[in-house]
Structure formats: structure tokens, C-alpha cells
């Protein structure tokens, strides 16, 4: 009931006309949909990468946190295959840590959404684009990370009230926790006492919209992100 | 029945409640086309089956009793962090304008705005504060400390974890003037906790005599000194695993996408969460109250 009225609320958007997917289900999938409300063919002027599916909101939002993953785990890989040269002692092992965690993550994502994945059907992966940051000093690196780790605990917080099974929703808590802890450290380590910065008077971590957070992590994707099927709460 | 009060204290402040409640609830919309006054009855056993998603040895069964449950948790770590930067034992530690009373300050005052928040929610429903809290040797030496304080963040992560899928997802009250989501505002809470664990971690790896060799992230189930309960299995335990576990969603991760990963690291790798009656047994193994 919760998908199917989702499903209505996207197809009124404008831009559901604009989606094109990269992959080629779900191009499919966007194609059947027009025909049935409109004869006119959709011209893909630009390609979008479509994140999850019309018809369930739960492979929408795992969609989502895979994405995340995703560059989480390809910045930290990135930074661990060539270090900057200043790093201190130890942290190397410590974004060593952080990048084995985000591999775990991102497969064990993959491994969930099998056939649903966003990217199942891709032919060839698209490379993230890490050019906006400096990763050839310390300060750049955790910089990056802190916003990176800030992110994913942000975005969790935020889109896991659309999860409908206590399964998923179980998962996405397992992971958030992890990427908070991730995010105190990368804090500290770079300003001694920063590490609770995020944290307001109330208390409180961030909780953002999918939208927000597609906003934030557009930088780094070299395709244009649709947000047809995302959360807009 | 408190649910009816929840929702009549919610709907003062919030008269759209009900709307909201009608369209996302699928066993009211099935109705077809009823009354606003149908549905208000109707609403308190559409929640009511949402928090009977409780499992094994989850006794809490209303949103209420959750907070209630989240509130002492919070009453017990506030009480702890003002202990403990007033006992005599640890002021050579604790020196003012130093970075460890600053951490420590910094989490009491979280602590104390996570206590007036689930105040603030529970109202006149809220439970007082127990008349004191009684932590033993806590504060002893400052290395015992920062165990207890290890051991607390860390059972207090896995505490608002295991509740994740008991809060309603679609309980939005207004609190302190602000429509809230009830489970946003957990998993707000929790991340919090979180970080608190991970630097309390970092500070007990920093103290003096090379510290305890751990990162901020729990590795298999070592508490490094602090109680094993805090690392075990909860009730049951193929729901609330010890934090050890490598298996995910029926996966074991230590061989995935063409690589392996040590035990160390897939545990590292997920926090696991825990029953309340575990929770509140781990709290008065090393606590009074």
C-alpha cells in the first residue's frame, strides 16, 4: 500500500519523464510506465543513474545505502593505495580499518540486493570522481573522510523511518552506528577535541532527506542522480 | 490503555496526527471510506499490532514504555558523567580546560539533553529519576573509569539499536514545539552513542602506559575489561548475536565479492543490538539503583 501510493506520487513528477535509466532494466521499466500515461517517447537528453525501484521503497532505500557504500569504500581505497605522504604514525592503519569496514559493508549490500542492485545490469562500473578533494595531504584526507562518515550517519538517520520490514531496518542501524563511530575518530585524529562537532545542544546527530544527501554526494558521481524514486521526506 | 492517551495528547498538538496515521496505515485505509471518529478508534490497534513486532525477551509493548526504558538508560549515563567529574579520585585526570574533562563534560551535557528530550516526549508519563545510582569502584583510578564509561556507550548503542524495529515508524509527536519522528529521534540518539563509545576508546587507548590496544570500533567481542555481557549474545540470541557474530541477513562475510575478510574485521564491521531485559541486567550487574 505504503510503494503503491509511493508509485503515484512519482509518476506526477515532471522529471519522472526525464529519467532515463543507466541500467537497461530500468530503462525498461521507466518506458512501460510513460506509455501507459502518455504516447509521447521520452528522448534521454541526459543520462541519469537511477537509484532503487518504482515498486518498493525498501530496495529504494538499500539501493541508497549501497550507493553510499560505495564511495565510502572507493574514497578510503583510493587514500590507502596512495597515502599522502604526511601522514602521522598509526593512520594508515586507522583508514586501513575504515576502508575493510566500508568493503564489508558495500559486498554485503550487493550480496542483499542481488538482481535489485541499482548497477546489476551495468556493463562497466562508473569511476567515482574524488577530483574535489585534496588527497595528497592529512588534512585533506580526514577532511574528506569526516565529511564522507558525517554523511552516511546523517543519511541514515534520515531514511530509515521508510523502511517497512524489520529486517532492513535492523541492517541500516547495524551500519550506522559503525559509520558514527567512523565519523568521531576522523574528527579527532585531525583536531584533538573535535570529535563530537556535529553534535548541537540538542544533543542529537543529523537525520537528512535522500535529496539532501544526493546533493551532497552528486560531486563525486559523474552521472547525474535521479531522485525519482527517493524518499522526498 | 496509554495508546489512547498518546494519541489524544498528540492529536492537541498536532491535529493532523490522525490524517497521517489514516493514510499510512494500510489496515485503516482497507476499511474503505470511514469516519474520522471510526478511524480514531480504529488507529490505537493499528499502532498496537506495529509494537507487537516485539520479539524473545523485548518486554516493551508501547512507545511509552520505550522511552521510559531509553530514559533510564539515559538518567543512569548523566548520573555517571557527573559522578564522575566531581570525585576526587580523578580530578589529577580530569584537570579543568584539560581535553579529557572536556570530552567528559561534552557527553554528560549529550546525556542530560537526551534526558530532557524523552522527558520532554513522555510527559506526565515520564518515570522520575531513581534516587541514586550507586557505580562501586567506578571512579576509582582513571583507567576504570574510562572502562565503565566504555562499557556504558558501548550497551547503550546496542540498547537503542534493539528497539530500532519496535518504535513505530510513523509516530510523529510534537516535542518541545517541534513535530518529531519517533524513530528518527532514536536512531539521532543512538548515533550519538556511538561516537561517544568510539571516543571513549580512543581515550583509553591514549592514557598513559600505552593504554588498551583498541580503535573505536568493537573488535570480536573483546571489552578489553569491560563486562563480556556488554559484547555477548542477547535473548534470543539468533536476533541480538554477540557482537562476534560475521553472518549478516544468513552471509558470512569473511569471503565476499572475490575477497576474504579476518573475523576481527567483519566484526568490527556491524554493531549488534540487544534485548532490553539484557540491557537492564548488564546495568545492574555494576550498578545499584
Not at chain 1, 11 to 34: D, E, M, N, T
Not at chain 1, 191 to 201: C, D, L
Not at chain 2, 16 to 36: K, N, P, Q, V
Request: glycine content about 6%.
Amino acid at each position: 500500500m505504503h510503494d503503491n501510493s509511493f508509485l503515484a506520487r512519482t509518476l506526477h513528477r515532471r522529471s519522472f519523464f526525464r529519467v532515463a535509466g543507466a541500467g537497461a532494466a530500468a530503462s525498461a521499466l521507466v518506458l512501460a510506465g510513460c506509455a501507459k500515461e502518455d504516447t509521447i517517447t521520452p528522448v534521454p537528453t541526459n543520462q541519469q543513474l537511477v537509484i532503487g525501484k518504482a515498486d518498493s521503497v525498501n530496495f529504494t532505500v538499500l539501493n541508497y545505502a549501497y550507493l553510499l557504500e560505495q564511495l565510502e569504500a572507493a574514497f578510503y581505497d583510493k587514500v590507502v593505495t596512495t597515502p599522502p605522504a604526511d601522514l602521522l604514525p598509526g593512520e594508515l592503519a586507522y583508514l586501513t580499518d575504515l576502508r575493510d569496514h566500508e568493503f564489508i559493508h558495500r559486498e554485503y549490500l550487493k550480496f542483499a540486493l542481488g538482481s535489485n542492485a541499482y548497477d546489476a545490469s551495468f556493463v562497466t562500473q562508473f569511476v567515482f570522481d574524488f577530483s574535489s578533494l585534496t588527497l595528497t595531504t592529512r588534512q585533506g584526507v580526514w577532511t574528506a573522510a569526516q565529511k564522507l562518515e558525517d554523511i552516511g550517519v546523517a543519511a541514515y538517520n534520515g531514511v530509515a523511518k521508510h523502511i517497512t520490514t524489520t529486517g532492513y531496518l535492523n541492517m541500516l542501524a547495524k551500519l550506522a552506528s559503525v559509520e558514527a563511530r567512523h565519523a568521531a575518530l576522523a574528527h579527532e585524529v585531525l583536531q584533538a577535541g573535535s570529535w563530537a562537532a556535529p553534535i548541537g545542544a540538542t544533543g542529537l546527530d543529523a537525520a537528512k532527506t535522500p535529496i539532501e544527501v544526493v546533493a551532497l554526494i552528486q560531486p563525486f558521481v559523474p552521472i547525474e542522480i535521479s531522485t525519482a524514486y527517493l524518499p522526498t521526506t | 490503555m496509554n495508546l489512547f492517551q498518546i494519541i489524544s495528547e498528540i492529536e492537541k498538538v498536532d491535529p493532523e496526527i490522525m490524517d497521517r496515521l489514516t493514510h499510512r496505515r494500510s489496515a485503516l485505509s482497507a476499511l474503505g471510506d470511514i469516519t474520522r471518529k471510526m478511524a480514531l478508534a480504529a488507529a490505537p490497534i493499528a499502532i498496537g499490532s506495529a509494537f507487537n513486532k516485539a520479539v524473545g525477551q523485548q518486554t516493551l509493548t508501547n512507545a511509552n514504555d520505550i522511552l521510559n526504558y531509553a530514559l533510564l538508560l539515559e538518567y543512569l549515563e548523566e548520573d555517571f558523567y557527573a559522578q564522575a567529574l566531581a570525585a576526587p579520585t580523578l580530578a589529577a585526570n580530569l584537570t579543568t580546560g584539560s581535553a579529557a574533562r572536556g570530552a567528559i563534560q561534552t557527553i554528560k551535557n549529550h546525556e542530560t539533553a537526551h534526558v530532557n528530550l524523552l522527558k520532554a516526549a513522555l510527559g506526565t508519563a515520564a518515570n522520575p529519576r531513581p534516587a541514586s545510582f550507586n557505580f562501586g569502584t567506578a571512579f576509582s583510578t582513571y583507567p576504570t573509569f574510562l572502562t565503565f564509561a566504555q562499557a556504558f556507550e558501548d550497551t547503550g548503542v546496542r540498547a537503542y539499536k534493539g528497539q530500532a524495529t519496535n518504535i513505530p515508524r510513523t509516530l510523529n509527536p510534537t516535542v518541545g514545539g517541534n513535530v518529531v519522528n519517533l524513530l528518527t529521534v532514536a536512531l539521532q540518539i543512538h548515533s550519538v552513542e556511538a561516537r561517544h563509545a568510539s571516543h571513549i576508546r580512543y581515550m583509553r587507548r591514549a592514557t598513559a602506559a600505552g593504554g588498551t590496544q583498541q580503535f573505536g570500533w568493537i573488535t570480536n567481542a573483546d571489552g578489553n575489561g569491560a563486562p563480556a555481557a556488554v559484547y555477548g549474545a542477547g535473548n534470543p540470541a539468533a536476533t541480538f548475536p554477540a557482537e562476534s557474530n560475521v553472518s549478516q541477513g544468513g552471509l558470512t562475510l569473511t569471503s565476499v565479492g572475490g575477497n576474504t575478510y579476518t573475523v576481527a574485521e567483519v566484526s568490527e564491521a556491524f554493531d549488534e543490538g540487544l534485548d532490553n531485559t539484557t540491557v537492564v541486567n548488564i546495568a545492574r550487574s555494576v550498578v545499584t539503583f
